[in-house]
């Protein structure tokens, strides 16, 4: 079965830089999550977007934003990257006819900040 | 504290053992409840959800939910040492259509031959 896709899976940048996560959905989802996991932390819940409209907003500092597009895949925009950004970044998607709040999450990108 | 709370761990059990993983959550209105398993540096894999009281089965996993003490735990039969990971819980209200699951830290498992 089709999984959540994002890229890049690594991405290396120096502070003060602009980085660009992309996410895939399952297709036929409808719903993008963002989430950053520090080491050793649970998954910190960024922001999300249902049917391409923002829907709930979670820790996401000012510097970073996102937007779904019309085929549903999500992009999370972060300038003036800090040492403290560096962390695995999550995409989860799920489907509002499905079961209520199940989430598939994506294999992550792996962002450090130098 | 926080609003969903688990034990750290590590918790040790030797293969072929039931290994039992819990988790506290502090809202009465929480409706949806899930585990994932997360191997280091890799994404969380969803293994269960239960919304209702009672015990869900699915292969060697077994949620258990009570509402009523605001607990839900996940049962793991014949631990193998593929097992071991960080399981987390995650527990969403749904109020209001928003499905914003609150994890819980984790709790290490290890599963040891």
């Known amino acids: 079965a089709a999984g959540v896709i994002q890229s890049p899976r690594h991405l290396i940048k120096e502070k003060r830089e602009t980085a660009t996560l992309k996410c895939y959905p399952i297709p036929r989802h409808d719903t993008v999550y963002w989430y950053q996991q520090g080491p050793g932390q649970d998954p910190q819940f960024l922001i999300s977007?249902?049917?391409?409209?923002?829907?709930d907003k979670g820790s996401i500092p000012d510097r970073f934003s996102a937007q779904q597009f019309s085929d549903y895949h999500s992009e999370l925009n972060m300038s003036s990257l800090e040492l403290g950004d560096s962390a695995l970044y999550f995409c989860?998607?799920?489907?509002?006819?499905?079961?209520?709040?199940?989430?598939?999450f994506g294999p992550g990108t792996r962002l450090l900040v130098l | 504290q926080k609003e969903v709370e688990q034990n750290s761990g590590p918790l040790s059990v030797p293969e072929g053992a039931i290994a039992s993983l819990n988790c506290t959550y502090s809202d009465r209105g929480s409706q949806s409840f899930f585990w994932y398993r997360q191997y280091s540096g890799k994404s969380p894999e969803l293994i269960m959800s239960?919304?209702?009281?009672g015990d869900k089965e699915d292969g060697r996993f077994t949620a258990q939910l009570n509402k009523a003490s605001q607990y839900v735990s996940l049962l793991i039969r014949d631990s193998q040492p593929s097992d071991s990971a960080t399981y987390l819980c995650?527990?969403?209200?749904?109020?209001?259509?928003?499905?914003?699951?609150?994890f819980g830290r984790g709790t290490s498992l290890i599963v040891h031959p």
């Open positions: 989860a998607s799920s489907s509002t006819g499905g079961l209520q709040g199940t989430q598939y």
């Open positions: 239960i919304y209702s009281n």
């Open positions: 977007f249902y049917e391409k409209m923002q829907s």
């Open positions: 995650a527990v969403n209200i749904g109020a209001g259509g928003s499905y914003i699951p609150t």
